[in-house]
């Protein structure tokens, strides 16, 4: 008698639990639409005033269903069923996640031009520009990885105001969070410092060269410091904006004899654009290749160059030709600057 009025009871109960289950799942509202988190850190509040507690932290990544909007907030209801706001520039809609996730499978593809790290707190962008999607934001001191460089006009929030001539440099940049987040997208070209060795950083200064890519060539090994790479380094001059990723090329070896870097290799009229492709010649230790897309008014194509031990030498122009006059020049402008 007892095992039967416990088996009625534990029916009654389950019974009663799906029906409560059942009524609170309907009772929800339904769902406007999905968005992502695009912050690390975001809150989840109670409400949407000035007096609120939080519920909940969510990560970068998180869909979350729409519920309602007001003002600047977002209604939201998270995957195990928690309810609250939070702040719409916190969040992105559908179409640019999908975009985000086209862009990550394109980063996989590319070539590092340069390890750098974020100057500030830093932005990142579905594409150039501060009026693109927010898709993440770099702590300052954030490691990245420079893939590419491009331009966009510099605004503000009036669109009256915007001045069509001015342009800023932007830099789309690969990088990994501590909790192991890979994030990718645009970033000011300002925020952003490459990690050039010393003292490679005041040569670039003294030649009036900005740096946007670098990459170490061969090695030398030197029996009092050690091994000491080459370093081929490009970059620009002037105001942002300007239609070549760079202008400029610089060369530095090491001296052993006099224990420091010095310039082996000028050139100044390229119009350059990233990446550039560098390859190693496993056979010959001092030998290596590098090779760009130059657009000027003289034609344009790749042009690739041969460093052998300290000699840099042009070996194919836009027309195909090998140019030995121009890697003279060079040479010798390189020659006069030690």
Not at 172 to 178: M, N
Request: hydrophobic content about 40%; charged content about 20%; proline content about 6%.
């Amino acid at each position: 008698m007892v095992r039967r009025v416990l088996i009625a009871v534990g029916v009654v109960l389950l019974v009663s639990g799906g029906v409560g289950i059942w009524l609170w799942w309907t009772a929800q509202p339904a769902p406007k639409g999905d968005v992502y988190v695009c912050m690390n850190k975001t809150t989840l509040w109670d409400g949407n005033g000035q007096i609120r507690r939080p519920l909940a932290d969510l990560t970068w990544g998180e869909k979350l269903a729409v519920l309602d909007e007001y003002n600047d907030s977002v209604k939201v209801r998270t995957p195990k069923g928690k309810i609250g706001w939070v702040a719409g520039d916190r969040l992105i809609d559908p179409g640019v996640w999908q975009r985000l996730g086209q862009l990550a499978d394109r980063v996989r593809q590319m070539t590092t031009q340069a390890p750098a790290h974020t100057a500030v707190r830093s932005n990142l962008r579905i594409d150039p520009g501060r009026d693109s999607p927010r898709v993440g934001q770099l702590r300052p001191n954030t490691p990245v990885e420079v893939l590419a460089r491009g331009v966009a006009t510099r605004s503000t929030s009036s669109a009256a105001a915007r001045d069509t001539s001015r342009k800023e440099d932007w830099l789309l940049v690969r990088a990994r969070t501590k909790n192991g987040t890979e994030l990718a997208g645009w970033v000011l070209a300002s925020f952003i410092s490459l990690d050039l060795p010393d003292p490679l950083p005041a040569y670039a200064t003294s030649a009036g060269m900005t740096p946007v890519a670098y990459f170490p060539l061969h090695t030398v090994d030197d029996p009092t410091s050690g091994p000491k790479a080459y370093y081929l380094v490009a970059g620009e001059n002037g105001p942002q904006g300007q239609p070549c990723d760079f202008t400029m090329l610089r060369v530095y070896t090491w001296n052993i004899k006099k224990q420091r870097y010095e310039t082996a290799f000028v050139q100044n009229n390229v119009c350059g654009h990233l990446p550039i492709r560098v390859e190693r010649n496993a056979d010959a230790q001092h030998d290596s290749l590098f090779s760009f897309d130059n657009f000027s008014d003289a034609g344009s194509g790749q042009l690739t160059y041969r460093m052998r031990s300290t000699m840099v030498r042009l070996l194919k122009s836009p027309s195909g030709t090998h140019n030995a006059k121009h890697a003279q020049s060079s040479a010798a402008q390189a020659a006069r600057r030690r």
